[in-house]
């Protein structure tokens, strides 16, 4: 089997990461402070836990904001992450969630979030779970790893094997092109939402049924989201937000959910509750990257139906502040090295 291996570094020569396709520039929406306010916000270092945090905090009895069951009849022996344990949470936990709806969905949903950015998991330097996170789709297959908290994340290429393609840009950036678990778009997006709803304040909860009811299964939405992608090496924690609109507005969702992880922000934007998609999907202001291409840039998607994705990629443009290059094996013209800063 011909290899070739690169070495991203998430100290010193840090990489930037973009990523490529139809995306759209956002403007600044000045307008977003003004129409929404932050109910929840919370953020994590993976890797580095803050005390326990129980949310809201317990109360007995204990009751679950999904199934609406109570103790003792209703069971809260596990502990129940409000934001994913698969990326890195060991700190934020729900109160209000029984042991049954966070085995039947709960874990379910994370799972599939996770497929859904497992490329950028591996690429990020964020160890996100112990012992790192590895893509990789069959077992002689390419891989990129990402073992420890402040090692490199390594790329692994396996010659003939299309699942990891590696290519030279210029003389700073090398891309990447990686297929993609298979995963449900729909589920990873129900991921966020489902944050979001737990993260609602108990006083909120009447309002947004509809949320609790097709988070259940119990109706059917086709949910709008936005993802949006900042250039540079990501942050190296993690975030929940949740926004309210203040006034009522038709077209424009009452709820807007955030979640940030590394170099991605995906935005969930909640339906009234007649569930029909929001017209607009609102945003905060971004500010521009110091990292090239400095603009943030991102897409809306609206998911028609739940499906397993077999066949998708992320493809990503890593830059590196010293030139870097693929240097082809003289044998067959393919495999190589990716050897940053030997030419300084």
Same mark, same amino acid.
């Given at each position: 089997?011909?290899?070739?291996?690169?070495?991203?570094?998430?100290?010193?020569?840090?990489?930037?990461?973009?990523?490529?396709?139809?995306?759209?520039?956002?403007?600044?929406?000045?307008?977003?402070?003004?129409?929404?306010?932050?109910?929840?916000?919370?953020?994590?270092?993976?890797?580095?836990?803050?005390?326990?945090?129980?949310?809201?905090?317990?109360?007995?009895?204990?009751? !679950?904001?999904? $199934?609406? @069951?109570? #103790?003792?009849? /209703? *069971?809260?022996?596990?502990? +129940?992450?409000?934001?994913?344990?698969?990326?890195?949470?060991?700190?934020?936990?729900?109160?209000?969630? !029984?042991?049954? $709806?966070? @085995?039947? #969905?709960?874990? /379910? *949903?994370?799972?599939?979030? +996770?497929?859904?950015?497992?490329?950028?998991?591996?690429?990020?330097?964020?160890?996100?779970?112990?012992?790192?996170?590895?893509?990789?789709?069959?077992?002689?297959?390419?891989?990129?790893?990402?073992?420890?908290?402040?090692?490199?994340?390594?790329?692994?290429?396996?010659?003939?094997?299309?699942?990891?393609?590696?290519?030279?840009?210029?003389?700073?950036?090398?891309?990447?092109?990686?297929?993609?678990?298979?995963?449900?778009?729909?589920?990873?997006?129900?991921?966020?939402?489902?944050?979001?709803?737990?993260?609602?304040?108990?006083?909120?909860?009447?309002?947004?049924?509809?949320?609790?009811?097709?988070?259940?299964?119990?109706?059917?939405?086709?949910?709008?989201?936005?993802?949006?992608?900042?250039?540079?090496?990501?942050?190296?924690?993690?975030?929940?937000?949740?926004?309210?609109?203040?006034?009522?507005?038709?077209?424009?969702?009452?709820?807007?959910?955030?979640?940030?992880?590394?170099?991605?922000?995906?935005?969930?934007?909640?339906?009234?509750?007649?569930?029909?998609?929001?017209?607009?999907?609102?945003?905060?202001?971004?500010?521009?990257?110091?990292?090239?291409?400095?603009?943030?840039?991102?897409?809306?998607?609206?998911?028609?139906?739940?499906?397993?994705?077999?066949?998708?990629?992320?493809?990503?443009?890593?830059?590196?502040?010293?030139?870097?290059?693929?240097?082809?094996?003289?044998?067959?013209?393919?495999?190589?090295?990716?050897?940053?800063?030997?030419?300084?």
């Amino acid at each position: 089997m011909d290899e070739r291996v690169v070495v991203i570094p998430s100290y010193g020569m840090v990489p930037s990461i973009s990523v490529l396709g139809h995306g759209i520039v956002l403007p600044g929406r000045h307008a977003f402070s003004a129409e929404y306010e932050c109910v929840f916000r919370h953020t994590l270092e993976p890797g580095n836990p803050a005390g326990r945090v129980d949310y809201p905090p317990r109360q007995e009895p204990r009751w !679950c904001r999904f $199934c609406r @069951g109570s #103790s003792p009849v /209703a *069971l809260f022996r596990t502990d +129940a992450h409000l934001m994913p344990e698969g990326f890195g949470n060991r700190e934020l936990f729900s109160s209000q969630e !029984c042991d049954t $709806c966070n @085995g039947n #969905s709960g874990r /379910a *949903l994370e799972d599939q979030l +996770a497929k859904f950015l497992n490329p950028l998991r591996a690429i990020a330097p964020i160890v996100s779970r112990p012992g790192g996170v590895k893509h990789k789709l069959h077992d002689e297959g390419s891989y990129l790893v990402n073992a420890k908290d402040g090692d490199p994340t390594t790329v692994c290429i396996i010659q003939n094997d299309p699942t990891v393609v590696l290519g030279q840009v210029d003389d700073h950036t090398i891309s990447l092109r990686v297929r993609k678990q298979p995963h449900s778009p729909h589920r990873a997006i129900q991921a966020i939402a489902r944050m979001g709803f737990m993260a609602l304040p108990e006083a909120l909860l009447p309002e947004f049924e509809h949320i609790r009811s097709w988070l259940r299964g119990e109706c059917e939405h086709q949910p709008t989201a936005t993802i949006v992608h900042v250039p540079g090496p990501g942050l190296r924690v993690s975030q929940l937000a949740v926004y309210l609109r203040k006034q009522p507005v038709v077209g424009l969702p009452p709820l807007v959910v955030a979640y940030n992880f590394a170099t991605v922000v995906l935005f969930w934007h909640a339906p009234s509750q007649s569930l029909r998609i929001p017209m607009e999907a609102p945003l905060p202001t971004f500010g521009l990257s110091p990292f090239y291409p400095f603009v943030p840039s991102g897409f809306k998607i609206t998911i028609l139906r739940d499906e397993v994705l077999r066949e998708s990629h992320d493809e990503y443009q890593i830059r590196f502040t010293r030139r870097v290059e693929v240097t082809p094996r003289p044998d067959t013209g393919q495999g190589g090295t990716t050897r940053p800063g030997d030419h300084g």
